[in-house]
């Protein structure tokens, strides 16, 4: 079945520095791929999305691009900020083979930016 | 507009109590979800409603009942707590079928220990 894997982490950066977390999908059509971040004490809120291949999501800094030849959606960001801690999640979804809005979701990364 | 409510923030159970999780949306959305937060898995679906008037089972049904009430509202209840169902619960929502993918929007969850 469909499934996502992420880096877990911890991740430690300081302020300014580059970020990149890892995700990789396996899935038999065609999903929609996600960025999802919960910040301390909250729920998941959309960070970015992208639909099909080589398209690239982006908000508040951060990038991801819907590589298919190697099933990836890696996030990054130029410059992070100590705003940014937060745990990020990769999620995936296929309607086409559910009635509903099937989200997997992978573990999460929980990333602390230090200043 | 407060997008999705979830009651309690907290609750504190003992082993074969019972307790219902309420939550509710006031955007319109079809389809609602609740899910359980654990540590290094990510999140997994408990129940969800398609649309108003129907519920089923997702990854981990067991122990978990779900009523949605009207197309506001979709409850979440525990009939005999166990410690294994320690965890933070969260409900979502979304408008299914509108476009060709779908952003859930989370409460701020439940945070449920089970002594």
């Known amino acids: 079945g469909n499934s996502v894997t992420q880096m877990e982490g911890p991740v430690t950066l300081s302020e300014e520095a580059f970020l990149t977390i890892n995700c990789t999908y396996t899935a038999t059509g065609y999903p929609s791929l996600f960025w999802y971040v919960q910040y301390p004490g909250e729920g998941l809120q959309l960070l970015l999305k992208?639909?099909?291949?080589?398209d690239k999501g982006s908000n508040k800094g951060f990038e991801a691009t819907y590589r298919k030849e190697t099933t990836s959606f890696h996030l990054e960001k130029g410059s992070v900020q100590v705003s940014d801690s937060a745990v990020y999640f990769c999620a995936l979804s296929d309607q086409r083979k559910t009635s509903y809005d099937k989200v997997i979701f992978g573990p999460g990364t929980s990333l602390s930016v230090i200043p | 507009n407060a997008g999705v409510t979830q009651t309690p923030k907290f609750q504190v159970l003992k082993t074969g109590q019972s307790m219902t999780l309420q939550c509710a949306q006031d955007m319109n959305h079809n389809s609602m979800y609740w899910y359980r937060q654990d540590p290094g898995m990510g999140l997994r679906l408990i129940y969800y409603s398609a649309s108003e008037g129907t519920t089923d089972k997702g990854e981990v049904p067991n122990g978990y009942n779900v009523s949605r009430l009207n197309k506001r509202e979709f409850s979440l209840r525990l009939e005999s707590a166990a410690p294994s169902q320690t965890s933070v619960y969260f409900c979502a929502s979304s408008d299914y079928g509108t476009v060709s993918y779908n952003e859930q929007f989370f409460g701020p969850g439940t945070r449920l220990t089970v002594l």
């Open positions: 992208a639909t099909k291949a080589d």
